[in-house]
């Protein structure tokens, strides 16, 4: 059993930065890989970036690529995303999840097993 809690959310202006943590309960963390999806008002939730169990191997979404960087600390048992550049488009609520290592990567939320309970992101023109 893995409980994920997302923080870091918050208002900031266009092209300003923000770092999400999503802090993991259970010792089992290190053995699932990480994603980040976010929803939008009135949209589908949608993948944005993904990290391995170990780190090493990282995606993302073709629209946060070059902005937005996704890491983990198993040590700390708490994963991040880093976003620079935020754009308006960037606004919604953020969730982290975490998947079976054999599903690394994967923009099918279907295949995460655990969800944060979201941190809303809200970006400014």
């Known amino acids: 059993q893995v409980q994920l809690v997302e923080s870091g959310g918050g208002l900031v202006q266009a092209g300003g930065s923000l770092r999400l943590s999503c802090a993991a309960s259970?010792?089992?963390?290190?053995?699932?890989?990480t994603g980040w999806f976010r929803q939008a008002p009135g949209k589908e939730r949608e993948f944005v970036a993904g990290?391995?169990?170990?780190?090493?191997?990282?995606y993302y979404e073709d629209s946060v690529k070059g902005r937005f960087k996704v890491s983990r600390d198993n040590a700390k048992n708490t994963a991040y995303l880093q976003m620079n550049s935020l754009k308006p488009e960037d606004t919604a609520v953020y969730y982290c999840?975490?998947?079976?290592?054999?599903?690394?990567?994967?923009?099918?939320?279907?295949?995460?097993?655990?969800w944060g309970q979201g941190t809303q992101v809200t970006v400014s023109s």
């Open positions: 259970g010792r089992t963390f290190n053995r699932y890989a």
């Open positions: 990290v391995s169990w170990s780190g090493g191997n990282t």
């Open positions: 999840a975490a998947a079976p290592s054999a599903y690394s990567g994967s923009s099918n939320f279907g295949d995460y097993a655990y």
